[in-house]
């Protein structure tokens, strides 16, 4: 299985803030996703992480709110901006290698907005 | 798009006694199929996949699932659960075609208590 680091693990920001999370894959991944898990919900996609291009977004997550960047290979980050508590939620990346693209998850950053 | 439902929201079973997850899926396209497993305030892991080939596919901690095509299921199963099997349980679906649209679309998870 492919390895996958973020941090923070969890935060407790202000509303207004914002809070930048890393992700940390081994060299085998070749696609990288952000997903979003709020209390007692299950995963959304919020996008797709292109390498050295604008990530592609999901239906109602817009670039403004949730700037993504993926500079290489192995490396992406997700911003929360002008956080409001309905951004509290657990922020999960993943990897995918090719041959069926099964994805392997990060242990997540679990944000409190206050 | 594809869809997935998770026909049970919980289960609680006792120790040692055998327990099937269900899931069920739609889609206009050949899917590949994940079981995935989340522990208390922990990220998810992956129990099983089934990508291809025999429909009775292992995963690791005893579990095994069964894709039918006809039913459009892929139910999760094991013989004899542990205390340790408590946790919230997620199946996935993601397009089979390949290239880059690997994006899984989940179904709302079911929780497994497994009371002593």
């Known amino acids: 299985s492919a390895v996958i680091s973020q941090k923070p693990s969890r935060d407790i920001c202000q509303r207004g803030t914002s809070l930048t999370i890393q992700c940390q894959v081994d060299s085998q991944v070749t696609m990288m996703f952000w997903y979003r898990q709020q209390p007692g919900q299950s995963l959304t996609l919020i996008a797709t992480a292109n390498q050295g291009s604008e990530a592609t977004y999901e239906s109602g997550f817009v670039i403004d709110k949730f700037p993504i960047s993926r500079p290489n290979l192995t490396f992406s980050t997700l911003t929360v901006s002008n956080m409001s508590p309905e951004d509290s939620s657990i922020y999960l990346c993943?990897?995918?290698?090719?041959?069926?693209?099964?994805?392997?998850f990060g242990p997540g950053t679990r944000l409190t907005v206050l | 798009a594809q869809s997935v439902t998770q026909l049970d929201s919980q289960v609680p079973v006792f120790e040692e006694a055998p327990v099937e997850l269900r899931c069920n899926y739609s889609s206009s396209v050949s899917v590949y199929l994940f079981w995935y497993v989340q522990y208390p305030n922990q990220g998810l892991q992956l129990l099983l996949k089934y990508l291809s080939g025999s429909t009775l596919v292992k995963g690791i901690n005893g579990f095994e699932a069964e894709f039918n095509k006809s039913q459009t299921s892929f139910h999760l199963r094991k013989p004899s659960v542990h205390i340790s099997d408590t946790a919230e349980y997620f199946c996935a679906v993601s397009e089979s075609s390949g290239g880059s649209n690997y994006k899984l679309t989940f179904g709302k998870g079911t929780l497994l208590t497994v009371n002593p």
């Open positions: 993943s990897g995918a290698r090719g041959g069926g693209g099964t994805q392997y």
